[in-house]
């Protein structure tokens, strides 16, 4: 009996994988898959084009997909539901839910869970339906604040939900980010923020408290799942920036380029992975003190609690999502294997960014068994840029579709792919019309009078704000257009003199990192810089004079550090 049950077992797992390749087989992938390259025999077919800023997505067991927004889309919606009627592979019903914009979206026990920067929210989904009932439950709320407040969530397989809590700060400074200034020790914002929170996922009105602390150490978790093969949390962290910037006694601007790591590890209960004391190097395959802390990029002497982590990626490509891959479509290589989406870098110093792939990383047991390999590459378009707003897409999130099928979302314009394998080649491909983004223009050189201008912000201000001014999308706001720039000039000036930190929303998008006063600037020096972004990026404003900063400073008392 137990020998005819595991036969049956067995052909019904056969017949299974050859009515999934059967149905794979009338998915006909786009033209150059939609604009991207994968391995031999995958194929892409573009689910829908041009949805927004699209993160994280879920998929029901139908194929239906909810994507996330970070920006309010389709009628002033923030999730966006997607359904393919046709069987084709791209949604022919698109519908706007909710007004709640954020990152994390999971379905689970019936509901669609969702949460903005400070709650994760839930609605009961209806069978048949394709979105879920109106009513929201708040099941968590958790700290306000600025920085790292993107929340992404997932599930256990006995009622828990960990939540990313990610940090205030680069590396938890008393000034935030500011050059050779110390860290706080400790660093109090461990209580709050940089860590993993668990809570349980069926009681409503739950508030964050230290005694829910999961793990802690962790800037910024953004990629975050529960591998329930092996029973345990897996995450990629966001790593600290500026280690030549703030520290070139230290660091060279080439060890900035690629220091520190993005790391990939498992937690357990307790774990600390030694943010903001440590950092990890993957070149080395060590961890270093941070240069808050003493640091001077060899000694290691505020290490020895910290996790080591599974594996190090080069640094600020930003792993924003992972996946273990479950299903029967893809090779046996990618069974329980690991799949990272790279958002892409911003602050590489005017170098080209880097990131913007998603990588596979094969696993046995829960511990990787061989080197990263580049599963999926050429979403930043025909030509390196030094803007991350100039890819032409950034991998976001991933999802597993009921069929084995690999789904990857795009932040820049809303595009999501649907990966396929085909075992016996790829017969035809559909040559659709897709939105083509345009090609950045290379800089255009500045008037003799703003030379002076350009020096200070290609020194200062691009890092952040980037040489076109464009911004990072999510992080620094754009300067072209923008009332803040070309405005009241005293209240620009005070921005440059006290530094900014409001949670102010840009042309509908919140932008989280913390400015710091730059007020060791000469007033020469701002008035240049001013009158440059003043002028520049499209900007047409008139320039600011010496003596408006002199005037201005002497109020504030900000006088030249």
Excluded at 328 to 356: C, M, T, V
Excluded at 464 to 478: S, V
Excluded at 508 to 530: F, R
């Amino acid at each position: 009996m137990k020998s005819l049950s595991r036969f049956a077992w067995l052909a019904l797992a056969v017949l299974s994988a050859a009515c999934t390749q059967s149905k794979i087989k009338d998915l006909v992938p786009d033209k150059d898959n939609g604009g991207i390259t994968l391995p031999e025999k995958f194929g892409a077919v573009v689910v829908v084009d041009t949805l927004g800023r699209g993160r994280h997505m879920a998929i029901a067991p139908n194929g239906d997909i909810y994507l996330h927004l970070s920006k309010l889309a389709l009628d002033g919606k923030g999730i966006i539901a997607l359904r393919d009627t046709s069987g084709d592979g791209r949604a022919d019903i698109v519908k706007g839910y909710s007004n709640v914009t954020g990152t994390g979206i999971e379905l689970h026990n019936g509901y669609l869970y969702y949460a903005d920067e400070t709650h994760v929210f839930r609605s009961k989904m209806t069978e048949g339906e394709l979105l879920p009932a109106d009513a929201l439950d708040t099941l968590v709320t958790m700290v306000d604040g600025v920085g790292h407040m993107a929340k992404t969530f997932t599930f256990d397989d006995k009622g828990g939900m960990y939540v990313n809590i990610g940090s205030t700060s680069n590396c938890c400074e008393i000034n935030l980010r500011m050059p050779h200034t110390a860290g706080d020790d400790p660093c109090k914002e461990l209580e709050t923020r940089a860590g993993i929170w668990k809570f349980d996922d069926n009681t409503l009105g739950q508030k964050q408290d230290l005694k829910f602390r999961y793990a802690t150490g962790i800037r910024n978790a953004v990629a975050l799942t529960w591998n329930a093969g092996v029973g345990r949390l897996f995450a990629l962290q966001h790593g600290r920036d500026d280690l030549h910037r703030y520290w070139p006694e230290f660091y060279t601007e080439d060890q900035n380029l690629e220091l520190p790591s993005e790391i990939f590890f498992d937690l357990e209960q307790g774990d600390d992975m030694g943010w903001p004391y440590c950092y990890y190097d993957h070149l080395q395959g060590k961890k270093f003190t941070n240069p808050e802390y003493g640091g001077d990029g060899a000694k290691s002497d505020r290490c020895d609690k910290a996790k080591t982590p599974l594996l190090g990626f080069p640094g600020h490509w930003a792993p924003n999502d992972v996946l273990f891959y479950k299903g029967d479509l893809f090779p046996e290589k990618y069974k329980q294997g690991a799949f990272i989406a790279f958002h892409g870098s911003w602050n590489r110093l005017g170098h080209e960014q880097q990131g913007f792939k998603v990588v596979f990383v094969p696993m046995k047991d829960g511990k990787p068994s061989g080197p990263h390999e580049v599963f999926a590459d050429g979403f930043i378009g025909p030509q390196p840029i030094t803007n991350p707003g100039n890819a032409f897409f950034r991998p976001c999130g991933l999802a597993e579709g009921p069929d084995g099928s690999l789904y990857i979302s795009d932040s820049q314009h809303g595009r999501i792919w649907r990966i396929v394998y085909y075992k016996d080649g790829i017969a035809k491909t559909a040559d659709r019309t897709l939105y083509k983004p345009e090609v950045a223009k290379e800089e255009e050189p500045v008037a003799d009078e703003m030379v002076a201008g350009q020096t200070v912000y290609n020194t200062y201000c691009a890092p952040c704000h980037q040489r076109d001014g464009k911004g990072a999308p999510g992080m620094n706001p754009p300067l072209a257009g923008v009332n803040l720039v070309t405005g009241n000039k005293t209240e620009l000036i005070n921005i440059i003199l006290k530094g900014y930190d409001k949670k102010d929303k840009i042309n509908g998008e919140t932008y989280q990192n913390v400015m710091p006063p730059h007020n060791w600037l000469t007033d020469q020096q701002i008035a240049d810089v001013l009158s440059y972004i003043r002028k520049s990026f499209g900007n047409k404003a008139d320039e600011v004079k010496v003596d408006e900063v002199t005037k201005t400073r002497a109020a504030t008392g900000k006088a030249k550090s």
